[in-house]
């Protein structure tokens, strides 16, 4: 008879921080596991008992006290099934980033993660010391074999624990969504087993935490590279696999294969998973949007409601003299199709009483982009005024292609708590919204197909300030996200003079940009954590 493990792989949505929350958690977990799917393991994300990533928090000493009564909470209060959690693990002044298989009150398998990333997102030569050895343990027959995260990026990892006797591996990570990061992770790991010739099973968290977004999409592998089981993405669950012990070789048993997602529909729901986790974990009550019927502010406000439901999300227009007639009719439509609380308020009060009152210093000059703004921060005293009386979180609207050049006002539409399609090129906002309306029109179809428009002018149109937005995005996306020169870029077919000019806006706004709330990550190279150009800089485009 062929020795079997039955694993549970617990896709959870954790907290930073709530230590004790997540521990809770993680004892309930532990007995479904074990008196629901009687498995002999069950495994949790990376850092699971903090949260991932704790960042700072690591050097506090309460975390680390509290961290430490969390092991023991869970090693002495769980029996009668095995328990892969990770911690931080303190060793006098090292931290590292460590996991532990828990059973029967005692440790029986302890692993340091070896590699440290230290790009994009990630820093965690900041707070951690790579651990150096293979980590395995022997379950019902079979040899397991540890890692964490990074350790399936390179080969060094998976190699030893195999040279350590491993006949599988598992990986528990912390690996958060950007787009097509799901074939990206299966792929690496293909190689990985490829190379060892060992299956793999790999476990990913959930759940927004500020920027960031984890996506599950956890996923067993055999030793072929062939997976055999994949969890649904952006949705928490125990996710179960029998490891059957053949005189071959550890073969996991198929499960259930989730498809993958489009391109859309993944950063529509990494939009609303951050969103959700973001309102919720802060404790708000609700959210306050300013709608002024454009394509923006609709899709912020239809991920609003999908993320904490309708009855939680107020929208206020606030019409001024450029407002159209299409604009107002709208907004009401798309307030009206949702069923959230709508507002009219106007600023034409407001703003001549601010103009009045800089009459004296402004004298006869010429109505300017001064006055635009003037109208951007009427709006955005009153949402914050709402926001302050009513304890909802303003939601604010602007879009990556908008706050990469500017094109957004300090202080008026970039004030806010939350910034969702922050990371969202213009061009995506359109597609996401067509995205959205093919379970429902829940955005006016003029609102999508109408040209873009801030208002604040007669006639205005984006395209009167930038280039479309069809030009405009590539440039941006070729610049922020693969660091190309103006020569690389213009190569691509496009006006040198245009580059330059996109290029310069860029540098030249990213003062508002440090001052802009955070909002969800979807890209490779995002306005936020892995963004770090300087304000202060001579440089210039082209370089000498």
């Known amino acids: 008879m062929n020795d079997i493990v039955k694993v549970a792989l617990a896709q959870l949505d954790l907290a930073v921080g709530d230590v004790a929350g997540n521990t809770a958690r993680i004892i309930d977990f532990a007995t479904r596991a074990r008196d629901e799917e009687h498995a002999d393991l069950v495994v949790f994300p ?39 959690i990770g911690f931080p693990e303190y060793d006098g002044n090292d931290i ?19 590699l440290l990333p230290n790009y994009s997102v990630f820093d965690e030569k900041r707070y951690f010391s790579p651990g150096k050895d ?90 072929n590279g062939e997976v055999c089981l994949r969890a649904q993405p952006f949705e928490e669950g125990l996710h179960v696999v029998a490891l059957d012990g053949t005189p071959a070789g550890v073969v996991p048993q ?19 998973t951050g969103t959700h986790d973001y309102v919720t974990k802060h404790g708000f009550p609700g959210v306050v949007i300013g709608l002024s019927g454009g394509i923006d502010s609709a899709l912020v406000m239809a991920i609003a409601c999908d993320a904490i439901g309708a009855d939680r999300v107020r929208a206020v227009m606030m019409p ?38 800089l009459q004296p210093i402004f004298g006869d ?18 949402l914050m005024a709402i926001s302050n009386k009513t304890g909802r979180m303003l939601l604010t609207t602007g879009n990556k292609s908008e706050m990469a050049v500017g094109y957004a006002t300090l202080y008026g539409d970039m004030a806010g708590g939350f910034a969702p399609i922050k990371d969202c090129s213009k061009t995506l906002v359109y597609r996401l919204a067509r995205y959205r309306n093919t379970s429902g029109e829940v ?58 000019r996109v290029l310069e806006m860029v540098k030249r706004n990213e003062y508002k940009r440090r001052q802009a709330p955070p909002g969800v990550r979807i890209s490779g190279r995002a306005f936020g954590r892995d963004w770090r150009y300087p304000i202060t800089s001579g440089y210039r485009f082209p370089a000498p």
């Open 443 to 500: 955005i006016p179809e003029r609102v999508i197909t109408r040209p873009p428009s801030a208002e604040l002018r007669p006639d205005q149109k984006d395209s009167d300030s930038l280039p479309d937005y069809d030009v405009l995005d590539p440039i941006l996306e070729a610049f922020i996200e693969e660091d190309l020169s103006v020569a690389d870029i213009t190569e691509r077919g496009f006006d040198r003079d245009t580059v330059i």
């Open 365 to 382: 000059s010429e109505p300017d982009v001064t006055e635009e703004n003037i109208q951007a921060r009427c709006r955005g005293l009153l």
């Open 134 to 223: 293979a980590a395995v343990f022997k379950m019902n027959g079979i040899r397991i074999g540890l890692t964490i995260c990074e350790d399936v990026w390179q080969p060094g990892p998976i190699g030893a624990s195999r040279a350590a006797g491993a006949e599988c591996v598992i990986a528990i990570n912390g690996s958060p969504y950007e787009l097509n990061t799901q074939p990206n992770r299966e792929q690496v790991v293909r190689q990985r087993v490829r190379e060892v010739g060992l299956p793999a099973l790999y476990l990913n968290m959930v759940g927004g935490q500020d920027e960031l977004v984890f996506d599950g999409g956890s996923f067993v592998m055999d030793a």
């Open 46 to 84: 990376e850092l699971s008992i903090c949260g991932y990533p704790p960042e700072d928090l690591l050097f506090h000493t309460g975390l680390r006290q509290s961290v430490e009564n969390a092991v023991a909470e869970i090693r002495d209060n769980v029996f009668g099934i095995a328990m892969l």
């Open 320 to 357: 001024f003299r450029y407002t159209s007639t299409m604009s107002q009719e709208d907004a009401a439509e798309q307030a009206a199709t949702l069923g959230v609380a709508y507002d009219v308020i106007p600023i034409e009060p407001m703003y001549d009483a601010t103009v009045r009152q």
């Open 254 to 272: 198929s499960g259930s294969v989730a498809e993958p997602l489009s391109t859309e529909e993944s950063v529509y729901r990494a939009l609303v």
């Open 96 to 114: 590292y980033n460590s996991c532990g298989v828990f059973l029967d009150g005692a440790e029986i398998c302890h692993y340091r993660k070896q």
